[in-house]
């Protein structure tokens, strides 16, 4: 939808494609749908849930068997974003690596972004 022809809204790194598999393999979901909802100290915090269909105007992403839905208001947010699954010693979890990111609070939960003149100004130079 706001997207360059050719390159995909989202890139999975292995660790995010190997844990997406997992997942939908374990209990049968068709992928997992991302988005953001308002929340959080910055402002804006990501979503993501477990999807069982596509929607129609969902933008779909699939790398090696992995497969991403991203909600339509989230997908200008999202384009250019690198999706990770780290494991540490405390936690484990996805991780945004997000270019559209201007400001995240402490805990790294809650995210601000560039607003949408901003994207699209951004996106008709690359388009």
Do not use: W
Not at 14 to 29: E, F, T
Not at 67 to 91: C, H, K, W
Not at 115 to 125: P, S
């Amino acid at each position: 939808m706001f997207g360059i022809p050719g390159k995909q809204a989202v890139q999975l790194t292995p660790a995010a494609v190997s844990q997406i598999r997992k997942l939908m393999d374990r209990d049968g979901h068709q992928g997992l749908r991302i988005g953001i909802k308002k929340g959080g100290c910055a402002g804006m915090e990501y979503t993501m849930a477990f999807a069982d269909k596509v929607e129609p105007m969902d933008e779909i992403v699939e790398q090696d068997g992995a497969r991403v839905m991203i909600a339509p208001m989230a997908q200008m947010f999202l384009f250019g974003t690198e999706i990770d699954y780290e494991v540490s010693l405390l936690d484990a979890g996805f991780k945004f690596n997000n270019p559209n990111v201007t400001e995240a609070c402490g805990c790294g939960e809650s995210i601000k972004f560039k607003t949408a003149e901003e994207l699209a100004a951004e996106r008709a130079v690359q388009g």
